[in-house]
């Protein structure tokens, strides 16, 4: 899907919303939601594109290795480096803490550049429908997850919605 903004843009905008980016981190910590594809379902939505459960499958099994494997580690060395370790304290790490997270960072945005190029859902045009879109979306993967459903800020519609 290459029409109106792309994901990894639409995520540094809307994930920059700190009422987003917190319930981002909630999801991911309390549900396990890969933050990646839920930022891929509101851009999606965004998109005026409605996801299926298939979307979400192969969303999933596009990605899964590449977060698994290096993503997912690198998140827990830079953790990790926020306390003291031996003879080594945080503040020492600091700089190196600061590398990881550019690097984990770097592996995001390949993993979004992944999701961007799978073929998603209908298209369907729209003001409405694309703000019902991005909610069915989220409820979608929010259902997958086993987290509750219509927990989504206010502010993500209208950020989904808004370029600078």
């Known amino acids: 899907m290459t029409a109106g903004e792309g994901l990894w843009d639409f995520s540094l905008r809307v994930y920059g919303t700190p009422s987003i980016a917190k319930w981002c981190l909630r999801l991911q910590d309390e549900h396990g939601a890969d933050v990646n594809i839920l930022l891929w379902c509101a851009w999606a939505g965004s998109q005026g594109v409605r996801l299926t459960a298939d979307d979400l499958a192969a969303a999933e099994a596009a990605t ?98 808004s370029r600078r």
């Open 64 to 161: 899964a290795a590449w977060r698994d494997q290096v993503v997912l580690p690198l998140r827990a060395l830079r953790r990790a480096l926020k306390r003291d370790l031996g003879q080594v304290s945080a503040d020492a790490a600091v700089a190196l803490r600061t590398r990881i997270k550019g690097v984990e960072l770097e592996a995001e945005r390949l993993q979004q550049a992944a999701l961007e190029r799978l073929p998603q859902g209908r298209r369907r045009p729209g003001r409405g429908f694309v703000e019902t879109a991005i909610a069915d979306n989220i409820a979608l993967y929010q259902q997958a997850l086993g987290a509750p459903a219509g927990d989504v800020p206010d502010a993500l519609p209208l950020a989904a919605r």
